[in-house]
């Protein structure tokens, strides 16, 4: 290429620096590259480690190491400098070299810190290389190391460093702990297990072409990393469709998910304690519909599911109350991801407007046929999910079991209560320390020996054999007097025989939340409408989704008593948490009753009170079969390990 077409090229990169540093100027922000040395004025020689020589990613190439020759250059390394100067001459002779047959080969130098690099020679090199559009560029870094800290980024970075010993690439920065482990998981990789020469380069490019797609979709410029998109689009589609789809059909699929993927970016979620219910706009009359086909998707089937059985009796009420306005199905037996979402699509097929899926390892599945299907609601019995393509619903349990658990205080007559707790899931420690509350209530000396049914032992045998007379076991799914007066379910008394008398339970009402949402959707203030927002319904006493059911054999003194905070927790007179509340490791939870938890204090709750003996199990002593609800919506959901997605082991096998 003569001296003179690449005098031509850097008048081209001249104009577009001059451009982006007017935009730049206009916007307020900084015209130059970054500064490693303003960034980090003290550089310790010990926290410098040679990485050694290989390929960087040109876009993670953000400044300089020193302020030495940074007005030459926009944040984008386009150049500033006239054309008549010695910088532009040697620009000029560089990019001669790059579009002849040698071609730049000398690596540049820099500075690695926190997944991105600073150049301390070769700047205009990397000129040059990313105004052709080098989507890499050979380096030789020097990683500065991090001061080890709690947040999120650092600790991110540092499980960067592990993901880099297997796998060799630079391309991904996560800015959240534990994504690096999803990551490999989705992918159906071992963390300790290199990477091919291969596989490096066959990631490198479903994940540019994944992100040129994520690019056309972000018009709006979000900042939503592309490596955070792709962990929720590789929950519903695989690696391998990477190359087997379109660019029209990739852009589509990402189009589809975007107010999700906006959504999880931002952990925006709404919680609301009842379905909305204002009125409707005027003209909204007009297209309101008369009629809807409603389906509800269960895993087992009402016989061999006591919490199918209940979903399924709020079918049955929803049928009952609402008449020839709904057309109702169910579905069962999605019990794998595959089962579950042919079920869904069936639902769909057969014409469902509004469709239930009553578990939440379902939510996944869900979302990804609700994506596909965006004339559809979707609803996923679960809580805490961020997506916007379904909403998800659940209940307040804890308020009925400080109810029962004042019950239980007042007859616990040697003041020790045994509580069987379920799963170590969202708003189950939040149940435990509201029975807890409860108990002191009544009973200022109360003490709950807790255990779990999702462990290994026999709880109930052990409370019987320890003295332990008083009993809170699971509650009861659904409004039948054989589940409390059975005593599998609810508070109740063992006597010295063995015997068991009923006292009260918690129990699940869905006909309630199923009829408001029909009645909602039927009204015109509930759709589906695209927001960047999840929308999450956890419902309480005042909703009628939980309500409590009282044995005739609990003592009448005790009944007036309940109902009195029956009426209480349902009118918002009386709050379980409003108190001075110590926790088992003697840290104040709340000073007074002048004050109480949010939402999300209750909801991520993750201690246990005082007078609780007792812990949360880890995901290890989790059974196997109950690993999956604590998955989807364990309390240290973040800090399980990622499970290796068997699916993803061909898919990633398939590179080689």
Known sequence: MSVQACREEYLKALKLGQRESEELAAAGKNQNPEVLDELLPEIDTQTIVDVGTMEIPAERILGTKSAGRIAAFTPSFYPLLDVKTEFASKWITLCDAHLGDEGIRDPISCYEYLGNFY??????RVSVLRYFGAPRIPAVIKRVMPVQSQEPRIQAYYEFLDFFKAAGIYTVQFRRPKDYGKLLSLLGKEPDVKWTEDERRTFNARYQYFREALAAVNTRQLDILPEEALLLWLKLY????????????????????????????????????????????????????DHLNVAFVHSLTPSTSGWGLGHEKGKEYLEEVMGDKVTVRSYYQ?????????????????????????????????????????KVLFFCCSLDQPYSSIRTYYGRVFEAKFITGAIAGAMAQNNRIGYIASYPIFG??????????GALLTNPRAQIDLRWSCVEGTPQADFFADGIRVVSNRDVPVQSKMYLDFCNYGTYLMDDKGDLIPLA???????????????????????????????????GMDSGVIDIDFSDRLPQGLRALADILCKGVREHTIDPFARRIIAQDG???????????????????????????????????????SRNMVRELGVYREEIPAQKEAKAVENFIHLR
Request: hydrophobic letters at 40%; a negative charge.
């Open 428 to 437: 189950v420690p939040a149940s435990i320390n509201a029975f807890a509350l």
């Open 119 to 124: 150049v301390q020679e070769g700047n205009k």
């Open 505 to 539: 339970s918690p129990v699940w009402v869905w006909g309630k939340f199923y009829e408001s949402v029909i009645r909602s959707v039927l009204g015109g203030t509930l759709k589906r409408e695209k927001e960047a927002t999840g929308r999450n319904y956890w419902m």
């Open 238 to 289: 695989s690696f391998e469709d990477l190359s087997n789809l379109s660019t029209a059909e990739l852009k589509k699929s990402v189009a589809a998910l975007w107010e999700d993927i906006v959504s999880t970016s931002e952990s925006a979620v709404k919680v609301a304690s009842k379905v909305e219910d204002t009125k409707p706009g005027i003209l909204s009359f007009l297209t309101l519909p």
């Open 334 to 374: 999605g019990n794998t991801p595959e089962e579950a979402e042919a079920l869904l699509e069936q639902a769909v097929a057969e014409g469902a407007q509004v469709v239930f899926a009553t578990v939440p390892q379902m939510t996944h599945v869900c979302l990804k046929v609700a994506v596909e299907h965006p």
């Open 587 to 625: 840290s104040v939870k709340n000073e007074s009753s002048a004050t109480t938890f949010t939402t999300e204090e209750l909801m991520h709750m993750d201690w246990l009170c005082d007078n609780v003996c007792g812990s949360i199990p880890t995901f290890d002593e989790v059974l196997p079969m």
